[in-house]
């Protein structure tokens, strides 16, 4: 039996400059951070010659190609790994369609699984690149890199998307204190429904490939932000982050009338009226989660609370993509 586990996400900085109708023409920057909470793949030799599947519905089939699950379909064909004699499982600490880059952590994780099965050794970038041909290049999902590769590397991760699909990650250089007191001051709470991305995600993606020159305008402008949200970060300055957060969200919320709708407004505005100084909602929007950086966290809990919101309180991960059990 192996199982594995990919870490979830948040984004800091620069989310939306990851999808290659963007970076390949102007280049594309974001802060990214892993998350103590996982989606976990476990792999089991069987006796039985069929291919047997479980995730939030149950599979039975004889040939690869049978899969219905897209990703699991294409993770064994890339791999190899079609012979049978296999029970895949998948579970999750957090509900996919919440923006938290589940997708991309499923990915990973399977992709990390099969490898071990078939006793390859392959690097956090190569991970990430093959879960990209998969979601990306395989099944034409209009969605960036930044899930992938945070996934497989874990941490506080800065990554630089260039033409021609090459990605550069760096660890984000914060002193251990700044991250300790980010990592303390940073409030996830969840909307209370999931929605898809793929809409708003297709309408940035077209309408960055047109040219449209709001949305081009808007995504420069995420950029710099993000590249100076590293910058605040790296000088130890968590106040200037959360005003740039604060800047970031008002951008991101005029990039599609799907963004953000009446509940996210008025717990944005609750949020902000009680101690948050930044946020945002995490992902492509429309729902999920909202992410706050506060100091005076227990007001802003309190605050919370009245929306009817609950919290889901969060650490960072270090380790990226890994083995839990090997036997």
Known sequence: MIITRSPLRISLGGGGTDLASYYEEHGGFLIAAALDKYVYITLHRTFDPDMIIKYSRFERVTDVGAIEHPIIREALKLTGATGGYLEIT???DIPAGTGLGSSGSFTTALLHALHVQQKRIVSKEELAEEACRIEIDILREPIGKQDQYIAAFGGVTCFTFKAGGKVEAR???ASEETLANLEDNLLLFFTGYTRS??????DQNDRTKSSDKSMIDNLHRVKQIGIASCERLEAGDLGGFAGLMHEHWLLKRTRSAGMSNSLIDDCYAHARKNGALGGKVIGAGGGGFLLFYAEDKGRLR??????GLSEVRLRFDFSGTQVVTQS
């Open 171 to 173: 660890p984000l250089a």
């Open 90 to 92: 998948s579970m999750s």
């Open 197 to 202: 991305a793929s809409a708003i995600l297709k």
């Open 302 to 307: 309190h605050a919370m609370r009245e929306t």
